[in-house]
């Protein structure tokens, strides 16, 4: 039939070329559609992992997270015989501006404070020593202390900080935040707003 007709054969042809283009068309648009949710499902996933895993409101790792990393800086440094700086830091005058303007106020000085804090520390710095530990924890206490503009108000707050050292004050994780802990309640004790490294008498002073 399409010897003695050749415009059916024809027909046929570009029939069956059209049909076979729309679902070459179709294919293609469904895996660009595939990739568009996969990208999309990966997109909030990563934004779920963020959320768990950060503050909502200032965006600092959470506790589980920094104890997380706290223990794998630990484990680099004993194989690399390095040391690690971990830093307590309690806001000074925290509560009064959270008293006196409301909690929108208090909110505001977190979400400052936190930009400060990540502003003075990059995430490649590494403290080597008892000195360059005790700059970071300089620079973030002046940062700390610049007034903090809520609605025209300015609002003052300081920090007291403690430091440890490993492996100079602790040999794990735990030992190293009880360190830093105790070491920033000296601090507190001493009059505020200064920093302090674990065992050490006088604040401010970067001796071990």
Not at 14 to 28: E, H, K, P, T
Not at 100 to 123: E, K, M, N, P, Y
Request: aromatic share 6%.
């Amino acid at each position: 039939l399409f010897a003695i007709r050749p415009a059916t054969w024809v027909t046929a042809v570009l029939v069956n070329f059209l049909s076979v283009l729309i679902l070459v068309m179709r294919i293609s648009s469904f895996r660009e559609s595939l990739k568009s949710a996969l990208i999309e499902v990966e997109q909030q996933r990563d934004v779920i992992a963020h959320q768990a895993n950060h503050d909502q409101l200032t965006h600092l790792p959470t506790l589980r997270l920094a104890n997380d990393r706290l223990e794998m800086a630990i484990n680099t440094a004993r194989r690399h015989a390095g040391k690690v700086a971990l830093m307590f830091i309690d806001l000074d005058g925290f509560k009064q501006a959270n008293d006196r303007f409301g909690h929108d106020a208090g909110d505001c000085v977190l979400q400052t404070v936190a930009q400060r804090i990540q502003q003075s520390i990059r995430a490649a710095d590494t403290a080597i020593d008892a000195t360059s530990a005790a700059v970071a924890a300089q620079k973030i206490i002046e940062l700390i202390n610049q007034p903090i503009d809520f609605n025209g108000q300015p609002l003052q707050v300081g920090c007291s900080i403690g430091i440890s050292l490993f492996p100079d004050h602790a040999s794990d994780s735990k030992e190293l935040r009880r360190a830093a802990d105790a070491a920033m309640y000296q601090v507190k004790r001493a009059g505020k707003n200064h920093y302090s490294f674990a065992s050490t008498a006088e604040p401010g002073s970067s001796s071990t």
